[in-house]
C-alpha cells in the first residue's frame, strides 16, 4: 500500500509518527497539515515485511458518494460531513473574532489546496447575511471592533456591492429574490473576489485525501475502536490503535478527531480495565444537537433564475417555530437563521437548493448511560430522514425566503452537530501521546483548512509528555 489511498491490507500493521482519527473536514485536514509540516522532499513511504512505516496514518472510513448509490449513500453515515454543501463566508453570524480569523484563513487557503490535489470541492459565488437592519448594522459594528482585518463599507443606493459591504433592502432584493426582502432589511455582502460561497465536504475531504498521499502518508479507512499502550511499548512511549477491520496502527502522537463520536472513544478508554496504562483526555461532555436539513429540487426552468444566487444567512421576519428568549448567543441567533445553498448537483442527478437551521434538538443527557447507547442513537438518527415537524417548518421559512421558487420535490436528510454549553468556539486537549479535538458548533467546515493548520502547528509545538494543555481558537 505505498502510500496509496486505498484499504491497507487486512490484518495490517503501520508504523506512524502521527495517527490522526476521524476522516471529516477537520481531522482530515489536520492530518494534511502536519504531512505537510513534517514532509521531507522525496521520501517514500517504506514497507519492511510486515509493516508500513509513515509520518501520517489517517483512521477513518470516508470519501465521495458515487453516481450510483446517490442521496441513499449520504442518509446512512453517521458524520455531520455527509453533505455537498457548507458555506463559506469571513462573516461570522455572531461577529465572533476567532471564527472570522479561521473562516478568512480558509478562504485564502482553498485554490491553493484545489491546485495541489488537483480536486475542486469549492466555488466562489458570494455569500450574503440578511436581517433587520438593527441586527446587520450590530453584526458590522462587532466586526470593526472585534475583526478590523474584514473591512466593510457601506455601499450606496445605484453602487455595486464588492468584497465585504453593507447593502440596502434594494441591493439585497438584487442579490436573492425581489419578492423576498421585508422593508427594513438590508444585508452584509462578501463578492467572489474574497473566495465566499460554499465548499463540497465530501469533495474537500478527497482533496485532503490526495494530498495526504502526495506527501507519502497514508489512510486506513476503518473505524478506530480501541485506544491501548503499544505491547513493545515502556510506559506510554507508544501507542496503539486498533480498527473494527483488525488493522493496528502503532504510533508515537495520536489525535482523534471524529466530531460526535470523539467522547465515544475517549469515555470507551477510560472504561476499560488497563486505561491507566495510557493517558487520554477525558471526555469534553460536549452536547449533541439533531439537526434537519431540506433540500429542495431545483427544476430545469428555474435554474437560470437562480443561477447567480449567493449563499445566504437569513434573520426570519417570522420564524416558524418558537424561539427560546434563554440559551447562549449561538444558540438564539440559530433559532432566528436559516443558512441557504445555491443550487447543487447531488449525486442523484438532480440539484438542490439546502435548507437548514432553527433551534438546536439537543439529545438529552441521561446519567448513567453508556457511550454505546448514545452511539446507537446517533446512528438511528443520522439513519433517518430528520424530523417532520422540522422539515415542514423548514419549507414555511424557504417559501417566506423565495416565494418565487416551485421546487420539483423535497428530500429532508438528518445531521447533527456537536455543541459546548459553556463556549461557542472548537477547543482540542492533549494529555501525553494523546490529543482530541471537540465541538464543531455547526461552523467548523467552512474554515476547517484553517483550523487544521492551527491545529496541526500546536500539536507539533507539544512535548509527548505534556499534561493536559489545551487549545481554543483564542490560541492562534
Known amino acids: 500500500c505505498r502510500g496509496q489511498m486505498a484499504a491497507v491490507r487486512r490484518p495490517h500493521a503501520v508504523r506512524a509518527t502521527w495517527a490522526v482519527i476521524g476522516n471529516g473536514c477537520v481531522g482530515s485536514a489536520v492530518a494534511t497539515s502536519l504531512a505537510q509540516k513534517m514532509a521531507v522532499p522525496g521520501e517514500p513511504v517504506t514497507e519492511t515485511r510486515a509493516t508500513l512505516l509513515t509520518n501520517v496514518c489517517l483512521i477513518g472510513p470516508g470519501g465521495p458518494p458515487t453516481a450510483a448509490s446517490g442521496l441513499s449513500d449520504l442518509d446512512h453515515r453517521p458524520s455531520s460531513h455527509a453533505d455537498c454543501g457548507r458555506i ?27 491546485e495541489d490535489s488537483g480536486v475542486q470541492f469549492h466555488r466562489a459565488c458570494g455569500s450574503v447575511v440578511v436581517g433587520n437592519t438593527d441586527w446587520i448594522a450590530g453584526v458590522a459594528s462587532k466586526l470593526s471592533q472585534r475583526a478590523p482585518k474584514v473591512a466593510h463599507s457601506v455601499v450606496e443606493a445605484g453602487e455595486s456591492p464588492a468584497l465585504c459591504s453593507i447593502v440596502d433592502a434594494a441591493g439585497v432584493r438584487g442579490l436573492i429574490d425581489p419578492a423576498a426582502i421585508p422593508d427594513g432589511y438590508s444585508g452584509l455582502f462578501e463578492g467572489t473576489e474574497t473566495n465566499a460561497g460554499y465548499v463540497n465536504p465530501l469533495e474537500m475531504i478527497r482533496a485532503n485525501n490526495v494530498l495526504l498521499e502526495k506527501l507519502g502518508g497514508i489512510r486506513c479507512p476503518s473505524a478506530a475502536v480501541r485506544l491501548s499502550r503499544a505491547a513493545d511499548s515502556d510506559e506510554d512511549t507508544l501507542v496503539c490503535v486498533t480498527t473494527a477491520s483488525g488493522d493496528t496502527i502503532v504510533a508515537e502522537r495520536v489525535v482523534v478527531a471524529c466530531g460526535g463520536l470523539t467522547d465515544t472513544l475517549l469515555a470507551n478508554h477510560h472504561q476499560v480495565v488497563d486505561s491507566a496504562t495510557l493517558r487520554v483526555p477525558r471526555p469534553f461532555g460536549y452536547r449533541l444537537s439533531k439537526r434537519t436539513v431540506l433540500l429542495a429540487e431545483v427544476s430545469e426552468h428555474q435554474l437560470p433564475t437562480f443561477a447567480k444566487m449567493p449563499s445566504i444567512k437569513f434573520q426570519l421576519e417570522i420564524a416558524p417555530w418558537p424561539v427560546a428568549a434563554e440559551g447562549s448567543v449561538h444558540d438564539k441567533t440559530e433559532a432566528a437563521t436559516v443558512y441557504i445553498l445555491p443550487p447543487i ?38 439513519d433517518g430522514a430528520g424530523d417532520d415537524v422540522s422539515a415542514t417548518q423548514l419549507k414555511t421559512a424557504l417559501a417566506a425566503v423565495f416565494p418565487t421558487l416551485e421546487p420539483a420535490s423535497y428530500t429532508s436528510k438528518a445531521c447533527f452537530t456537536t455543541c459546548s454549553a459553556e463556549t461557542s468556539v472548537m477547543e482540542a486537549v492533549s494529555t501525553g501521546r494523546v490529543a482530541a479535538v471537540g465541538m464543531c458548533h455547526g461552523k467548523a467546515a467552512g474554515p476547517s483548512l484553517q483550523l487544521g493548520d492551527d491545529l496541526a502547528e500546536w500539536l507539533l509545538s507539544l512535548p509527548p509528555d505534556a499534561e493536559d494543555t489545551r487549545w481554543d ?3 492562534t
Open 345 to 382: 448537483e447531488y449525486p442523484d442527478g438532480k440539484t438542490y437548493i439546502k435548507l437548514g437551521g432553527g433551534p438546536n434538538h439537543f439529545l438529552q443527557h441521561r446519567p448513567g448511560v453508556e457511550p454505546a447507547e448514545t452511539t446507537t442513537e446517533l446512528t438511528k438518527w443520522m
Open 88 to 114: 463559506l463566508r469571513a462573516v461570522d453570524a455572531e461577529a465572533d473574532p476567532r471564527w472570522v480569523a479561521a473562516n478568512a484563513g480558509a478562504m485564502a487557503r482553498v485554490t491553493q489546496r484545489e
Open 473 to 475: 481558537m483564542s490560541s
